[in-house]
């Protein structure tokens, strides 16, 4: 296959609108633990509705004494809450609630929380329904198959499988600086830009199903392709196939520019109870689980003995231990996107919790 290449996409020069200009501020504490609550004041939103009958999570609480070793040192369950900028914690044991705590300003059982790049997690199930429903032909079929505005671009010839493990090989390394790709992107959803020409600009820079390069563009690309094998909006599939059992109704993030587009790869708004039941699906539902071993798989980070993670910036984790029988949700307030040193501490931390349960 020959690499392609496609000429990038540039903003008009304009000054940056308000939008623009406030995006870094409320994405930063003390400011983002109001708006990874009020997302829906920021942005245009699409309803995911759950079904007529709200089936509440039954409940047994138990103590959760956890201690945990990082660096040398040894730290408390409230410790790594402190540390870490917990807003919301939720621990279902064998499909009971047996921790919740709500420690945001304005976080509570009934709060939707910003979950970011966790999304790509929840679009990776649908598009398993979207398979057992037979509008997905399998995960060989190709973008272009659904998407033929994709026909020339640097995702041309890119198959489903690919987008799933982020091996399309379309685009850099995805970094959040102040004129990068991915920045342009968050800059057309606030500011009314057009989302699918920025995708669409991206080069070509590896052949597709050769390398792992972790992708934004991949996960929205694929929300796309869901929405035109479903013939639905993202958020109303999403309601159909999954949110029929949940608490409370959802949300995704919109786009500004017309036709509105979901941004299936980061901006779904769920409560924490209703997170923790997408981790159950995923222990009840064997298709398109991540594969072990392979780091990244399916839209899901993985991990030793089989536990996997969905993933958002500033500290979002759906966190799920099948041998345990556990799923954990921790949603927070981090106070930059990404955080090494954080983020090591936070899956440890969590499996700690896990192997405590499973020991007790």
């Known amino acids: 296959m020959t690499v392609t290449t496609v000429q990038p996409y ?6 940056p609108s308000w939008w623009e200009r406030q995006s870094d501020r409320v994405m930063r504490r003390p400011f983002n633990e109001f708006t990874f609550t009020h997302m829906n004041w920021l942005l245009p939103t699409a309803r995911v509705a759950r079904g007529p009958v709200r089936r509440p999570l039954p409940s047994r609480p138990a103590p959760l004494d956890v201690r945990y070793s990082f660096r040398g040192r040894e730290f408390a369950l409230a410790d790594f809450h402190r540390r870490s900028f ?9 499909g009971r609630i047996v921790h919740e705590r ?3 300003v304005f976080a509570g059982p009934r709060t939707r929380m910003q979950v970011f790049s966790l999304s790509k997690s929840v679009t990776s199930i649908l598009v398993g329904a979207a398979l057992a429903d037979g509008l997905i032909g399998g995960v060989t079929d190709r973008v272009t198959d659904y998407r033929p505005d994709f026909l020339g671009t640097a995702y041309d010839g890119v198959t ?9 090989g ?3 390394q995805e970094i959040w600086g102040t004129d990068t790709a991915i ?6 959803i606030l500011s009314g830009g057009d989302v699918p020409a920025i995708v669409r600009s991206v080069p070509r820079t590896a052949l597709p199903g050769t390398r792992f390069n972790y992708s934004t563009f991949d996960a929205q690309v ?6 035109a094998a479903t013939g639905s909006p993202l958020a109303a599939y999403a309601s159909r196939r999954l949110w029929q059992p949940m608490e409370s109704d959802a949300y995704y993030g919109l786009s500004r520019s017309h036709p509105r587009t979901a941004i299936g790869a980061g901006a779904l708004n769920a409560t924490a109870r209703d997170l923790a039941r997408v981790g159950l699906h995923m222990l009840a539902h064997p298709a398109l689980q991540p594969r072990p071993g392979g780091v990244y798989s399916n839209q899901w980070w993985t991990f030793d003995q089989g536990r996997f993670a969905g993933i958002g910036v500033h500290g979002q984790y759906l966190f799920v231990d099948p041998a345990a029988s556990v799923v954990i949700v921790k949603t927070s307030a981090w106070p930059v996107e990404e955080d090494e040193t954080l983020e090591q501490e936070a899956i440890i931390a969590l499996t700690a919790v896990a192997r405590y349960l499973h020991e007790h």
């Open 160 to 168: 489903i499988a690919d987008l799933l493990d982020m091996r399309s």
């Open 102 to 104: 709500y420690r945001g």
């Open 222 to 227: 694929l929300s796309w392709v869901l929405e």
């Open 10 to 15: 540039t903003d008009v020069h304009r000054p």
């Open 86 to 94: 917990t807003t919301t914690f939720v621990v279902l044991r064998r």
């Open 183 to 188: 920045r342009r992107f968050e800059r057309a």
């Open 170 to 172: 379309a685009g850099d």
